[in-house]
Structures are given as C-alpha cells and as structure tokens.
C-alpha cells in the first residue's frame, strides 16, 4: 500500500466515527438479541432460525437490495449539484413504486407461505415465521429508500439514533412476547416470537425515519426558499440569479429519475437476488449433508445453530468498525470519481482497505487467545472453543475481502460486482457440499468453504479495483502489520495472564482492549519508523 499520511480529522473520519459508535451500539443490541434467542430456542431452534434466515434474506434481495446505494449516490449527487426538485422527485417517486412492488411480493409469500415452509425450507415448523416476515417485506425497503436519502446527505446521526432505538425495541418485543409463552414451548412458537420482533422493529424504524425525513425536506424548503426548478427561477430572477448560491439543473421527468436509480439498483439487486438463492441453497443443503455424514437431523441443527448463530456471530462483531466506514466511503467516492479526483479516492480506498487488515488481525489474535472465555461470556457454553478458534482465519479474510465489494460498487463496478459475487456464492455453494459431506470435517468444512471463497473474492476485486485505482502494498507495509500483530499479541497474553484470576467478563474486556488500542497505536509508530528510516 502506498504509504499513508498524517491522519487527520476530516469529515470522512468524524462521520464513520459516528457511525461506529452507532453501530457499536446497534451490534451490541443486536447481538444481546441473538443471545436472548440462543438462550430461549436452544442450538436446535437457532438452527431452525438460520434456516428461515436466508429464505428473508432473499426476500429481502427481492424487494430493497440495492435500494440505499442507489439512493445515496443520487441524493449526493442532486445534494452537491443543490437539485432539490430532482432530489425530492426522486424520493417521491420511488417511494411509490417501490411500495406498490413489495406490496405484491409479500402478498404472495402471505399466501404461499406453507407451501414455502414444507416444500423450500423442508421443516413445518417454520411457517407461523415465515407469515411473520411479511409485514418486515414492506417496512425494510421503505426504511432503505429514507437511509439512502439520509447518507447522501451525510445526515448520519438521525439514521443511527433511529438504528439504536430500533434494535432496542426488538429485544423488548422478544423479551415481552416469549414471557407469555410457556416454559418448555415447541420451537416452532418462539422462532415465530423472534421474526414477529423483527416485523416490530422495522416497522417503528420506517415510521421514524419518515417523520425525519418530512422535517427534513421541510428544513431544506425553507432555507433555500423553493420547491421545484420553476420555483427556483423565479426565486433566482428575484434575488439577482445568485447561481453561484443554488444551482437546479436540469428539471428531469419521473421516468428518467426512476430510470437513473435503476442502473444502479437493479445490477446491485439481480446480484443480491442470485448470491442470496445460492446462499440459501447452501443454508438448506447444509443439514443434508450434515445427515449424511452421520448426525441425526437434530443434531445437524444444532452443529449450524453452535457455529453459525453462536461462534461466527462473536468472531463477525468488530467488522461493525469496517461496516461504518463504507457506508460513509460509497457516497464520498462517487463524488471523487464524478469530480476526476481519483488521488483523493486511492488515498481514502487504501485507509479503508488498512483499517479492515487492522481490524480482522485484531479479531483474529483475540479469538485464538481466549475462545474459551468468549464462548462462556456471551453463550454461557463450553463448547465453543474449537469453533471460535476455527474461524479466526475466517474473519480475517473476510473483514478484508468485503470491503472491495463496497469499494467496487463506489467505483461503479456493479457488473463486475455482480460477477465476483455469484463467483463466490457458486464457489461456496460448491465447497459446503464437498467439504461438508466428509465426516472428519462435518461444520468445519462449512467454515472452510466460506474462508475459500472470500479468498477467492479478495484477489478478483484487488486485480478489478487495481485497473481504476492504484493500490500498492509494499515491503514496508507487510512488515508494519506483522509487527504489529506480534506486539498485540504479546500485549494481550501479558494482561490475560494478568487478569486470569478475574471475572471472565473484566479479562475479556481487558484483552480486547489492550489487542485493538496495541494493534491501532503499534501499527502507525511502526509505519512511520520505518518509512522515516
């Protein structure tokens, strides 16, 4: 990589740091969520609960992916260029559409809803869920048009407040609902419980960040003093044609502004629609070869519940940290890219690329330290050790791998995007139903496939970006991160035998911090060592 300057607090930075505490504390929730479900549906019906997962997940492809990248790159654009009519036009416009089409969609699922439970997922029991996610259909791609709106604008604390109280209220649902149910209830009951909170959340999130949204347009109304390009023009003819103040552009046609959001969306959503069929494919074939390695169908379920609802959700957590800087680097490399300014682009694509390195070793150094501890801290369970320490390697190829898809997508790479991605989501269709099917690998095989494939992804999306952006990565930096590594190592074994007397809470507290802050702060002392000398 090439080397990076000082780091300076620049907008770039304040924001993703607004939305790492946000989604710090939205992941935090979230995961205090998955932990209530692990502890009321047992590994059992938290396998039931992964299985119904990805069939929601490719609904949701069906009905929002794409929807709060598109937004956002357009709400930029029109923001920057002070468009209001075409910007607000636009909102107006998909929101209607968009309605109208998720509308059908969930009306379908209502209907055919057991059918999708006895003939997709193959288990009964997750019908009563599946009616449940209906409502979810229509709440989440409106909640995505007013999230787009709000990032394009940069206006980040209004969605992370909102994200908060969202996840906050889910678990107060949960908790409210199952506290009705009896005590040893079929799992079928409390997985319906689960996906009925999510309906809630999303519902209370969509009606918030509408009331945002309105107050918003109104606050933006007022102080430029128009309403639509017509408006404008008299407003300018009035004021002395201070166009250096409020441009408006070109007035566009509904069908055009519809069009414009499309081109984006919809390579993003054909994507998401045959990455997440496949995912799902693989979520479904995964019990089955399971079964046919030689667990019972049971124990099958709870082998996925143990590693993928309970192991890969504690070593995933910090990617929250990665999340938020791309969700502030989409927008903000559109503009770069629009403006010809592509230094300014390699420079921010390189910081985001060096913080996931940062983040995912950290991780990994943690969860091959004290897997222990973090299964009993956040699962109560001592049987998660060789599943967390397993996927160490795992979140570290991944936490790096994913952010080039975001880096292709601000690039305006949405084929090649869409290429990459059904390349792995084939790739690790493939490799769960060889690797799965061997006995001595069973779960193992499936967290093997998923580091494969995302190894895979990384060196496709590198060579791509690499063809618009230069991205260098020399010795210098290598050996910056290995050292790095080694004296966060080192740091953490020191305090875990330090604390290793204390409650496991306080040691794994006392671990995490010192790996990240020895990880961050050793990382940029020795980057500049050895470039100073």
Same mark, same amino acid.
Request: proline share 2%; charged share 15%.
């Given at each position: 990589m090439r080397r990076i300057s000082a780091v300076h607090i620049d907008?770039?930075?304040?924001?993703?740091?607004?939305?790492?505490?946000?989604?710090?504390?939205?992941?935090?929730?979230?995961?205090?969520? $998955?932990?209530?479900?692990?502890?009321? #549906?047992?590994?059992?019906?938290? *396998? @039931?609960?992964?299985? %119904? $997962?990805?069939?929601?997940?490719?609904? #949701?492809?069906?009905?929002?992916? *794409? @929807?709060?990248?598109? %937004? $956002?790159?357009?709400?930029?654009?029109?923001?920057s260029r002070k468009e209001l009519s075409n910007l607000y036009r636009t909102i107006s416009t998909v929101f209607v559409f968009v309605l109208l089409y998720v509308s059908c969609v969930a009306f379908l699922v209502l209907v055919c809803h057991n059918i999708i439970a006895i003939h997709i997922v193959r288990d009964a029991r997750a019908a009563g869920a599946i009616m449940m996610l209906c409502p979810a259909l229509i709440f989440v791609p409106?909640?995505?048009?007013?999230?787009?709106?709000?990032?394009?604008?940069?206006?980040?604390?209004?969605?992370?407040?909102?994200?908060?109280?969202?996840?906050?209220?889910r678990v107060i649902v949960l908790l409210s609902a199952i506290s009705f149910v009896s005590p040893g209830s079929e799992v079928s009951k409390t997985v319906t419980i689960a996906f009925l909170a999510l309906a809630v959340g999303e519902l209370v999130s969509m009606t918030l960040l509408f009331i945002c949204y309105r107050m918003r347009k109104s606050k933006m109304i007022r102080e430029f003093g128009i309403t639509s390009n017509r408006s404008f023009a008299n407003a300018t003819k009035m004021a002395g044609n201070t166009l250096n103040k409020i441009r408006s552009g070109r007035s566009k046609s509904r069908i055009q502004l519809m069009f414009d959001v499309l081109v984006v969306s919809v390579p993003l959503g054909v994507e998401g629609i045959l990455a997440s069929s496949i995912s799902a494919i693989s979520a479904l074939v995964l019990p089955r070869r399971l079964v046919s390695a030689g667990f019972t169908y049971s124990e099958a379920l709870a082998m996925i519940g143990r590693f993928g609802g309970m192991a890969l959700n504690i070593t995933t957590l910090p990617y929250i940290i990665v999340s938020s800087m791309l969700t502030v680097l989409v927008p903000e490399l559109s503009l770069h890219i629009s403006k010809r300014n592509f230094w300014a682009a390699e420079e921010r694509i390189t910081q985001v690329l060096r913080m996931a390195a940062l983040v995912g070793i950290s991780t990994a150094i943690i969860c091959l330290q004290i897997p222990?501890?973090?299964?009993?801290?956040?699962?109560?369970?001592?049987?998660?050790?060789?599943?967390?320490?397993?996927?160490?390697?795992i979140c570290l190829i991944m936490f790096i791998a994913l952010p080039s898809y975001g880096i292709l997508n601000a690039l305006g790479k949405q084929n090649t995007f869409l290429k990459h991605s059904l390349i792995h989501s084939a790739l690790g269709l493939l490799l769960t139903f060889i690797l799965v099917g061997i006995p001595t690998l069973n779960i193992y095989g499936h967290g093997s496939s998923i580091m494969l494939a995302y190894l895979a992804s990384l060196i496709l999306n590198i060579k791509e970006i690499k063809k618009i952006c230069e991205i260098k990565a020399d010795c210098h930096d290598v050996i910056s991160l290995l050292l790095s590594a080694v004296l966060a190592w080192l740091a953490s074994e020191f305090i875990g035998n330090l604390t290793g007397a204390a409650h496991p809470l306080i040691r794994t507290a006392a671990i995490v911090i010192t790996c990240f802050l020895t990880m961050f702060a050793s990382s940029r002392l020795v980057n500049n060592c050895l470039h100073e000398s």
């Amino acid at each position: 990589m090439r080397r990076i300057s000082a780091v300076h607090i620049d907008k770039f930075y304040k924001d993703s740091l607004i939305l790492t505490l946000s989604n710090m504390t939205t992941g935090t929730i979230a995961f205090i969520f $998955s932990i209530i479900l692990s502890r009321e #549906l047992g590994a059992e019906g938290l *396998g @039931l609960f992964g299985l %119904i $997962s990805p069939v929601y997940g490719f609904l #949701l492809c069906l009905t929002s992916d *794409g @929807l709060i990248t598109a %937004i $956002s790159r357009t709400s930029a654009l029109y923001h920057s260029r002070k468009e209001l009519s075409n910007l607000y036009r636009t909102i107006s416009t998909v929101f209607v559409f968009v309605l109208l089409y998720v509308s059908c969609v969930a009306f379908l699922v209502l209907v055919c809803h057991n059918i999708i439970a006895i003939h997709i997922v193959r288990d009964a029991r997750a019908a009563g869920a599946i009616m449940m996610l209906c409502p979810a259909l229509i709440f989440v791609p409106m909640s995505a048009i007013l999230k787009g709106y709000f990032y394009g604008l940069g206006q980040y604390k209004t969605t992370a407040s909102v994200d908060i109280f969202e996840k906050l209220l889910r678990v107060i649902v949960l908790l409210s609902a199952i506290s009705f149910v009896s005590p040893g209830s079929e799992v079928s009951k409390t997985v319906t419980i689960a996906f009925l909170a999510l309906a809630v959340g999303e519902l209370v999130s969509m009606t918030l960040l509408f009331i945002c949204y309105r107050m918003r347009k109104s606050k933006m109304i007022r102080e430029f003093g128009i309403t639509s390009n017509r408006s404008f023009a008299n407003a300018t003819k009035m004021a002395g044609n201070t166009l250096n103040k409020i441009r408006s552009g070109r007035s566009k046609s509904r069908i055009q502004l519809m069009f414009d959001v499309l081109v984006v969306s919809v390579p993003l959503g054909v994507e998401g629609i045959l990455a997440s069929s496949i995912s799902a494919i693989s979520a479904l074939v995964l019990p089955r070869r399971l079964v046919s390695a030689g667990f019972t169908y049971s124990e099958a379920l709870a082998m996925i519940g143990r590693f993928g609802g309970m192991a890969l959700n504690i070593t995933t957590l910090p990617y929250i940290i990665v999340s938020s800087m791309l969700t502030v680097l989409v927008p903000e490399l559109s503009l770069h890219i629009s403006k010809r300014n592509f230094w300014a682009a390699e420079e921010r694509i390189t910081q985001v690329l060096r913080m996931a390195a940062l983040v995912g070793i950290s991780t990994a150094i943690i969860c091959l330290q004290i897997p222990e501890t973090l299964g009993v801290v956040f699962y109560r369970r001592n049987d998660l050790a060789g599943m967390i320490r397993f996927s160490a390697p795992i979140c570290l190829i991944m936490f790096i791998a994913l952010p080039s898809y975001g880096i292709l997508n601000a690039l305006g790479k949405q084929n090649t995007f869409l290429k990459h991605s059904l390349i792995h989501s084939a790739l690790g269709l493939l490799l769960t139903f060889i690797l799965v099917g061997i006995p001595t690998l069973n779960i193992y095989g499936h967290g093997s496939s998923i580091m494969l494939a995302y190894l895979a992804s990384l060196i496709l999306n590198i060579k791509e970006i690499k063809k618009i952006c230069e991205i260098k990565a020399d010795c210098h930096d290598v050996i910056s991160l290995l050292l790095s590594a080694v004296l966060a190592w080192l740091a953490s074994e020191f305090i875990g035998n330090l604390t290793g007397a204390a409650h496991p809470l306080i040691r794994t507290a006392a671990i995490v911090i010192t790996c990240f802050l020895t990880m961050f702060a050793s990382s940029r002392l020795v980057n500049n060592c050895l470039h100073e000398s």
